[in-house]
């Protein structure tokens, strides 16, 4: 199996920054694309940002200019570390962020992975 382990949600007032951490370890024959997804209540999830295998990287709208990710590959391993650089964070950004990885657990097979989610609240 493969899993997700996310960290470095909290509470931050407008303006602030967080910086979100998402650890894929497991059966993992190789990762395709990671991204971090959201949830506000009463929403529909909405994607927040991803990145590829070879690094390219796509934004909401809504958080181009504020937000950065980026991947960290473990050296001799298959695992991935993805992150999320959340600046001037705004009250509208306050949800539950879920990182999702597309992953290749053998050559015939890729399923999607989500982690379990953490909170950001941002205080007006």
């Known amino acids: 199996q493969v899993q997700l382990v996310e960290s470095g949600g909290g509470l931050v007032q407008t303006g602030g920054s967080l910086r979100l951490s998402c650890a894929a370890s497991?059966?993992?024959?190789?990762?395709?694309?990671m991204g971090w997804y959201r949830q506000a209540p009463g929403k529909q999830r909405e994607m927040v940002a991803t990145?590829?295998?070879?690094?390219?990287?796509?934004?909401?709208?809504s958080v181009k200019g504020r937000f950065t990710i980026s991947r960290d590959n473990a050296k001799n391993t298959a695992n991935v570390t993805v992150f999320l650089q959340m600046n001037n964070l705004k009250p509208e950004d306050t949800a539950v962020y879920s990182c999702?990885?597309?992953?290749?657990?053998?050559?015939?097979?890729?399923?999607?992975?989500w982690g379990q989610g953490t909170q950001v609240t941002v205080s007006s």
């Open positions: 990145i590829a295998s070879r690094g390219s990287t796509n934004y909401a709208d």
């Open positions: 497991g059966r993992i024959f190789r990762i395709n694309a």
């Open positions: 999702n990885a597309r992953v290749w657990t053998s050559l015939a097979t890729i399923d999607d992975y």
